[in-house]
């Protein structure tokens, strides 16, 4: 058995991703077509397994929605990393 890790890790950055009425493209094509989408996609399994209730499902996905409305604004950040084989 050895000590040393399976893999090294290199930095870790965020990566921001924010969108306003300013930035249609990212209203309709980030928020809308890819993070609600997404989330909106396990919506099934996760009521099946009691994770949440349906009605607090769908206020949610309405409350994500309401992030891509000329008001509104979203900001989401994700992190990249590297592994790295020692």
């Known amino acids: 058995m050895t000590t040393r890790p399976a893999h090294a890790l290199g ?3 965020p990566r921001v991703a924010y969108a306003d009425a300013g ?3 990212w209203i309709d094509g980030f928020v809308r077509r890819t993070f609600v989408a997404m989330v ?3 919506r099934e399994p996760a009521i099946a397994a009691g994770l ?3 009605d607090a499902f769908d206020r949610g996905i309405r409350a994500l929605l309401r992030t891509a409305e000329p008001d509104g604004s979203f900001g ?3 992190f990249k990393a590297v592994g790295r084989r020692p």
């Open 52 to 54: 949440i209730g349906a």
């Open 40 to 42: 909106a996609g396990i």
């Open 76 to 78: 989401y950040t994700f």
């Open 11 to 13: 930095p870790v950055t």
């Open 23 to 25: 930035r249609p493209d």
